[in-house]
């Protein structure tokens, strides 16, 4: 896995607002990519995934983009919420490994 | 359904004692990864087992050890402990092992050494 630093990029926002959260991974041959969301105290809780064969894959209020060629990843969440306040990884997964990128910290502002 | 569980919570250990966590899968689940997230970082893979094998293995010293039994419950063993070694360790379990899998997480074990 990736070194990374103690200080978390955050993103503040207003509650109602779209939120876009980016990431970057460094393996080429990953083939599967996670968005997990990370409360306090808890495990990391499964968002959204997409395959390499995509580019674009929508659920309920997130859609994930993959750009392939510069190994980009975003997580966009719509209508952003205070319970939507966490700290979000995205990861990209090789034959099982996840490799999990640097964490962003969402604060949600009612 | 129950999900991932993992025990103990927390842990209090001093440098140089030996630790065993456990974990047990959702049930059907066959594989069973362990990761460390050390304060303020990403989750960092340990190994991943799938049928009481071993399909791989991050990078980490010997000290750490694993195993998976027959009911696909595990155990996380780390000997020698370091000051280093205090992070939440946490267990995941999926259908299989392999990429396409959504992985599930327990809550963590909260380990300190002193």
């Known amino acids: 896995g990736e070194s990374v630093g103690l200080h978390l990029p955050t993103l503040s926002v207003q509650e109602g607002d779209n939120s876009i959260i980016n990431c970057a991974y460094s393996?080429?041959?990953?083939?599967?990519f996670i968005w997990y969301k990370q409360e306090s105290g808890k495990g990391p809780q499964f968002i959204i995934d997409?395959?390499?064969?995509?580019d674009k894959r929508q659920g309920q209020r997130v859609t994930v983009l993959l750009n392939k060629t510069v190994k980009h990843l975003s997580l966009q969440i719509a209508a952003t919420q205070p319970g939507d306040s966490a700290v979000y990884f995205c990861?990209?997964?090789?034959?099982?490994?996840?490799?999990f990128g640097q964490g962003t910290i969402l604060t949600v502002h009612p | 359904d129950a999900g991932v569980t993992q025990s103990p919570t927390h842990l209090i250990k001093t440098r140089g004692q030996h630790v065993t966590l456990r974990c047990s899968p959702i049930?059907?689940?066959?594989?069973v990864s362990w990761y460390q997230q050390v304060l303020g970082q990403g989750p960092q893979f340990i190994f991943q087992?799938?049928?009481?094998?071993?399909?791989g293995r991050g990078n980490f010293p010997d000290r750490f050890s694993a195993r998976q039994f027959p009911n696909y419950s595990s155990e996380l063993n780390v000997n020698a402990l370091l000051l280093g070694d205090s992070a939440l360790y946490l267990c995941?379990?999926?259908?299989?092992?392999?990429?396409?899998?959504?992985?599930?997480f327990g809550p963590g074990t909260r380990l300190t050494v002193l």
């Open positions: 995941a379990s999926s259908h299989t092992s392999g990429s396409y899998n959504e992985q599930f």
């Open positions: 393996n080429s041959a990953s083939d599967y």
């Open positions: 997409i395959r390499s064969n995509m």
């Open positions: 990861a990209d997964s090789f034959y099982g490994k996840l490799t």
């Open positions: 049930s059907g689940h066959k594989s």
């Open positions: 087992y799938y049928e009481k094998e071993e399909r």
